[in-house]
């Protein structure tokens, strides 16, 4: 169990920031994603917390203790990585065994440890195999094993699933999830898969150009995405974003439709926006396209329509090269070229500034 | 553009068959998908239609002509490959000529210019005609790829996983404008890809391979609600379909490891039976039959995947949007009775 807390951590190399100056708290038992295309950061950010990785400045505190300049076995910390890393001349409950024979622990205690922790991850029947013989996901319990049989203060694991097939990944998100409910042991994650960053993630630090983009919740960042980038990273497909105009309490889309923008916004538009000649990004998700309505305030021409299995996604076109995404139930089926109405559910409409492009809030303009 | 028709086509690799008495019917402008796992056939097959690999047994029809003994070349197919394999010092316009440029079309320079030119602006590149090709991305990459095959107005489009090593937001608005592109051109295209999505989102038509051997053919509608196998059922759709094994017991189908039963359906039922629930059809609703626990959620935006437990079976439920249910909460739930799956124990539908 642990608290980890980096104040004003850093990475450079040479003059090019890795990490530029981040602020995290991971409060105890929590599990916590950090998530971003490769060369974000978030492995960096990872090795650091870990000591594989020295700070350029900044701190870094487990549980209250100073540890910026502790060598990575004294932070009691356990690394999982993409790779397996297990020793293949070794079966897996040698492999499983290694850390507390490293920490020379009596043999009977390590025996029933191995025990315990094969039980947890259901490959007691695997225990005399050598990894060479056992199937990605198999070996990837085996590592998961060895981490988890130090009971270590916290986790870090960078993509472990990874290396997976696609098949494995869903099933095996899960099954890490489930030990950190059981075990509660502070972990932290590293992803670029937005989906697995979600489906896991207590909160999720998103990530990108060695900066954080937002830290939250999977419902704040799918929700109140803090700015466009994390407006496209997440979902998928990612938030629509039209390029609009506001005035008078409606944003012009692009091909001319006029969206009445919520009253609640309209403050905060005036505003924001006030800087931009009116220009402003309009965003919502693909489940908040209306069509079949009479009066639709908006119209678009179907550019495609495919089922995904229990929806169907419907693209529309609104002017040259503007296509938006909507989800609908799978019963319907539009021809291509066919104009439809739709409204964007208000609920779910989003603002952001061309310029910052930051998310316009309705109590305080530009986030 | 043509019709394609292959007949009891069976390719041995040493004592490997590779593909076993395949048969098939691509129609003109159809977008025919072939999805099945690493190893299925499915390239294969695609080499065989291009003439890249001489099939042991069966024949290939183009538009009702026998074409067996024709060369590669006199087949008139275009092939995109995952690998963009582009000349860099060449520019676009340049790499989406060379094929028109070829001894054996000598295409006319005007002619040539027209077709560069309509083909950039399907593909939506005609602003990187000048550039060199390295210094391109890689969604940019294909489609310049997919524009020389489009150049050449070949009879059929093959594409063997073109989208494959592209991320997963460029992939998304790729399947996109492909099939936007090929329902607007009609172009006849047979598209491989062990990506279940691709084929749901893509084709008119999906073949499922597996080992050499077509397990079902039918519209992505086909496919995902009516799958012909076990196999099939797990291929298509995320999350995965629950497979639940059943028996019958006073009348009733018992579900194993779980008190969940409900009445026999039909009165064909063989004793024992698998019972394939997709998790959009496994509902929390206040009235229903059964109990379980909440063991996990996955809130993933757009939708909430729970994970119930009834007894030691585990059903994963997809529910839309934001869900107000806790961890651990007792929740009653049923399944959409009507679309339900029985397989039988060899995997076979009933």
């Given amino acids: 169990m642990a608290q980890i807390e980096l104040r004003q951590v850093e990475k450079k190399f040479g003059e090019s920031f890795a990490v530029k100056p981040l602020d995290l708290t991971i409060q105890n038992g929590e599990f916590i994603v950090l998530l971003g295309p490769s060369g974000c950061g978030k492995t960096t950010t990872l090795r650091m917390i870990s000591g594989l990785e020295a700070v350029t400045t900044g701190t870094i505190l487990l549980d209250g203790r100073d540890v910026t300049w502790a060598h990575p076995s004294d932070r009691d910390i356990a690394f999982v990585f993409q790779f397996f890393a297990l020793y293949s001349h070794m079966t897996a409950r040698e492999n499983i065994a290694f850390p507390l024979q490293a920490q020379r622990v009596p043999r009977a205690e390590i025996s029933a440890k191995v025990a315990e922790v094969a039980r947890m991850l259901r490959i007691e029947h695997i225990l005399d195999s050598k990894p060479g013989s056992l199937s990605g996901g198999d070996q990837q319990r085996v590592a998961l094993a060895r981490a988890l049989v130090r009971r270590p203060a916290a986790f870090l694991m960078d993509e472990p699933l990874g290396a997976l097939d696609a098949e494995f990944r869903e099933g095996m998100r899960a099954e890490i999830k489930q030990l950190h409910i059981r075990q509660e042991a502070t972990t932290v994650y590293v992803t670029h898969d937005q989906i697995e960053a979600m489906a896991m993630g207590d909160r999720i630090v998103i990530m990108s150009k060695a900066q954080v983009q937002q830290v939250g919740t999977p419902h704040q960042v799918y929700h109140d995405p803090a700015n466009l980038f994390v407006a496209r990273f997440i979902g998928s497909p990612g938030m629509n974003l039209l390029n609009a105009r506001y005035s008078d309490g409606k944003a012009i889309l692009p091909g001319g439709s006029a969206v009445t923008v919520p009253g609640a916004y309209r403050a905060a538009l005036d505003h924001a926006l006030n800087d931009s000649d009116g220009a402003v990004i309009v965003g919502f998700r693909p489940e908040a396209l209306r069509v079949n309505v009479t009066d639709g305030e908006c119209s678009g021409v179907v550019y495609a329509d495919d089922l995904h299995g229990g929806y169907s996604m419907l693209h529309l076109e609104l002017a040259d090269d503007v296509i938006i995404h909507g989800r609908m139930s799978r019963d319907t089926a539009h021809p291509i070229g066919e104009t439809m109405v739709f409204d964007i559910d208000p609920a779910m409409m989003r603002f952001f500034h061309p310029k910052t492009e930051l998310a316009i809030h309705i109590n305080g303009g530009a986030a | ?350």
């Fill in chain 2, 1 to 350: 553009m043509s019709d394609i028709r292959l007949e009891n086509i069976t390719k041995r690799f040493g004592d490997h068959a590779a593909l076993h008495e395949v048969s098939l019917q691509v129609k003109d402008r159809e977008f025919f998908v072939l999805l099945g796992p690493t190893g299925a056939g499915k390239t294969t097959t695609l080499r065989v239609i291009a003439g890249l690999e001489k099939q042991d047994h069966g024949h290939v029809y183009f538009d009702g002509q026998m074409i067996d003994s024709f060369q590669p070349a006199d087949r008139d197919v275009a092939f995109v490959f995952q690998q963009y394999s582009l000349y860099p010092n060449l520019s676009v316009y340049d790499n989406l000529a060379f094929p028109l440029r070829s001894p054996l079309r000598r295409t006319p320079e005007p002619t040539i210019k027209e077709r560069v030119t309509a083909a950039a602006e399907i593909l939506r590149i005609s602003h990187l005609l000048d550039r060199k090709t390295a210094r391109l991305s890689g969604g940019e990459m294909q489609r310049v790829s997919i524009g020389r095959a489009i150049v050449r107005k070949p009879r059929a489009f093959l594409m063997d996983e073109p989208l494959s090593n592209l991320d997963a937001k460029l992939r998304e608005s790729l399947r996109v404008e492909l099939k936007h592109i090929q329902k607007t051109q009609g172009s006849t295209s047979i598209f491989v890809t062990h990506d279940q999505i691709e084929a749901l989102t893509m084709a008119d038509r999906i073949a499922v391979l597996d080992d050499g051997v077509i397990l079902q053919m039918g519209t992505p509608f086909d496919i995902y609600d009516r799958p012909a196998t076990m196999f099939v059922a797990t291929l298509v759709g995320t999350p995965r379909i629950n497979l639940l094994n059943a028996h019958r017991h006073n009348g009733h189908l018992r579900i194993e490891k779980s008190p969940l039963e409900m009445p026999v359906p039909g009165d064909q039922m063989p004793e024992r039976v698998t019972i394939g629930v997709r998790p959009e059809d496994v509902r929390v609703d206040s009235e229903g039959s059964f109990t379980g626990s909440v063991a996990l959620i996955e809130p993933l935006g757009v939708e909430t995947i729970l994970h119930i437990q009834s007894g030691d079976q585990l059903l994963l439920s997809v529910i839309p949007g934001t869900s107000p249910i806790r961890l651990n909460e007792q929740v009653r739930f049923d399944f959409a009775r009507d679309r339900l799956h029985y397989f039988d124990t060899n995997g076979r539908r009933l």
